[in-house]
């Protein structure tokens, strides 16, 4: 549904979501650790209302042109693609829409078609792309950050802010690549973020004096810029 010039930023807008509720939650849980005993049932209770919207917001979602046509209601795709283009001047992009869907109507077995040589790159990097993203670590810092950071020497407290400071820095650097996705290219942060990455896991075993504490800090907070 996106116009082709923002589908780059666009699609980050969901790892911008993803991480605003990463922040939210962690913002609660700062909020609730000291209504002892219930604060921790408090905590996981109001993940109802998150649950509730999406819910709710689901009912109302509309569909899409794509899959209107692909369900035989092409008129109502054709409506809906102009309503939202803004514009009934969208001829050449449902014409597009009708000769993909009638292409992909053609097409016999078009699972085993997927596993065709031809076909692997793209496989590949579908199941690839998102194993490595999870190896990476990032969900060791992204949840675990508070154990993490108190590990590292740092009071309750301080661990819980430097935790909060991680998503900041998260949200901020995913609001920085959806800005300039689309002129770079995802190609180029992918190689950039990627080397970024490997830099920050470079080091060696010893023991965490306060400074050495803080430039690991720094260090986190650079490896999650890069991951964004």
Not at 92 to 106: C, K
Not at 143 to 150: D, E, K, R, S, T
């Amino acid at each position: 549904m996106a116009p082709t010039h923002l589908r780059g930023g666009l699609n980050m807008m969901f790892q911008l979501a993803t991480t605003l509720g990463i922040f939210i939650a962690n913002m609660v849980n700062y909020g609730t650790q000291k209504l002892e005993p219930w604060g921790w049932r408090l905590s996981l209770g109001l993940a109802i209302v998150p649950a509730i919207v999406m819910t709710v917001g689901g009912i109302f979602l509309p569909e899409t042109p794509n899959s209107l046509i692909e369900r035989g209601s092409k008129e109502e795709g054709r409506k809906l693609l102009e309503r939202i283009r803004g514009t009934e001047n969208v001829n050449a992009e449902f014409q597009d829409m009708l000769d993909a869907s009638e292409f992909a109507s053609a097409i016999k077995h078009p699972f085993r078609n997927i596993l065709e040589r031809r076909n692997m790159p793209q496989l590949v990097m579908a199941i690839f792309m998102p194993t490595f993203q999870i190896l990476t670590g990032i969900n060791s810092i992204l949840f675990y950050a508070p154990v993490l950071f108190q590990i590292m020497g740092f009071g309750r407290n301080a661990a819980l802010y430097s935790s909060a400071l991680t998503r900041v820095v998260l949200i901020s650097s995913t609001l920085i690549s959806t800005a300039i996705v689309d002129k770079l290219g995802r190609r180029v942060l992918l190689i950039s973020d990627g080397i970024i990455m490997i830099i920050c896991q470079f080091g060696k075993n010893q023991e965490l004096s306060k400074g050495f504490s803080v430039l690991l800090v720094a260090v986190i907070c650079l490896f999650v810029v890069a991951f964004r």
